[in-house]
Structures are given as C-alpha cells and as structure tokens.
C-alpha cells in the first residue's frame, strides 16, 4: 500500500462543476502539499496545510489530522483547470516529499 | 524575485555516459530538494542540500549524487546512465517554512 493514497486517477467533468480530489496518507506528517502540473511538467505548489483549511480563490484545500485525510476542492471548474493535481506529504523535517500518484482532471467547455 | 532556474531544460545522453543537472534556487533560500518523475514510478524523492550538507537521501543508487555550493545553488551527478533513468529531474528550493518552489524541469533522454 502506497502511504499516499490519491482518488480518483482521472476525472472528466464539464465547464462550471464543482470538483472533489481526495488525498489518504498513513504516515505521520508535518504537512501535506497539494500542487498542479500542468503538460510539459512545470509544477506549481498550490497549497502547504498543517491543518484546517485553505481558499485561494476557487479552490479550496482542507484537512483532517485525525484521519489522515485532505481534499482539493475546485468551485466553478474551467477548462484551464485541465492539469495533473498531486498531493505530497512531508514527514518530521520538513522538506522530503512523498508523492500519490496524481489525479488527471479534464474540463471541458 | 527570480524563481527557480535548471539547465538544461532539455538532454540527450547515451547509456554509460554521465550528466550533470544544474539547479539555482530561489534568492534566500537555502534547502534544495531534487525529485525524479517517470511515468512508471511517478515523483520520488532524490535527496536534499540544506547549507551545503545532504540532509536527506531517497531510495537511489550510488549513481545518483548532488552538492550544493556556498551560494545554495546545487548539481545533481548521474554517472554510468542506464535507459531507466530516462525522466523529467525536478528541483525544489524552500525557505525555513518549508514551502516548496519547483523548477522547471530537466527532461533528460537516455539512448
């Protein structure tokens, strides 16, 4: 079992849905990274939580503790939301990552 | 401020041969991570510099090394290149509060 755990692999949804991806870790973290690659492989670092929840305009990035759980949600979806969207944990110090496997999100107009 | 710089973007190198990747951190910044991506194994971590010293190591061969310089800017070595190692090299640089910034990329081709 992968201790980064992403669901679903692929989503496919039309312009204006609200988008849920979910994140499971079975370790212990300091925080939970979600980030956005875009094709060409530029990746962008979206949100760092350590708990509760973040808003940086349409999306919105949570986490539970307790359970081990984080969701990225995206309000009002757009075509150029299309991207790979991975969630990463960082253990005790801080900088070494751990990947899921990456949830490819499709929006069409 | 500038953001975080590799080269080169683009490589071709042939099996046996080795490459050096260059990465130039975000100005302040003294911790530089590496990551490889492959289709097959996704993201996984290489290892990490933090004021010249490697402070993590990831689960790769001796092949794979690194330094970082005074200045934080950090190399990554790979020696005797194997086809496998065909994949997309990502640097991070990070400040104290450990949020990450990624390069660009290295897209390095084994043949």
């Known amino acids: 079992k992968n201790e980064v755990e992403q669901s679903p692999q692929n989503l496919t949804a039309q312009e204006g849905e609200f988008i849920t991806i979910n994140c499971s870790y079975s370790?212990?973290?300091?925080?939970l990274h979600w980030l956005q690659q875009h094709p060409g492989g530029g990746i962008v670092s979206l949100f760092m939580?350590?708990?509760g929840k973040k808003k940086h305009g349409r999306l919105i990035a949570t986490i539970n503790i307790q359970e081990k759980h984080s969701s990225l949600h995206i309000t009002a979806s757009h075509p150029r939301d299309s991207a790979v969207y991975i969630c990463a944990v960082a253990g005790g110090s801080g900088s070494r990552l751990t990947f899921g496997e990456g949830t490819q999100l499709t929006v069409n107009p | 401020k500038a953001g975080v710089t590799q080269t080169p973007r683009y490589l071709i190198k042939t099996r046996g041969q080795q490459v050096t990747l260059s990465c130039s951190p975000i100005s302040g910044h003294r911790s530089v991570s590496w990551y490889q991506q492959t289709p097959g194994q996704g993201l996984q971590f290489l290892f990490e510099y933090f004021s010249e010293t490697q402070r993590n190591k990831g689960n790769f061969p001796g092949r794979f090394s690194g330094r970082q310089f005074s200045n934080s800017r950090s190399e990554m070595n790979v020696s005797t290149l194997e086809l496998g190692d065909s994949a997309l090299y990502l640097c991070?640089?990070?400040?104290?509060?450990?949020?990450?910034?990624f390069g660009p990329g290295t897209r390095l081709t084994v043949t």
């Open positions: 370790v212990g973290i300091s925080a």
């Open positions: 939580l350590s708990s």
């Open positions: 991070a640089s990070s400040s104290l509060a450990y949020e990450q910034y």
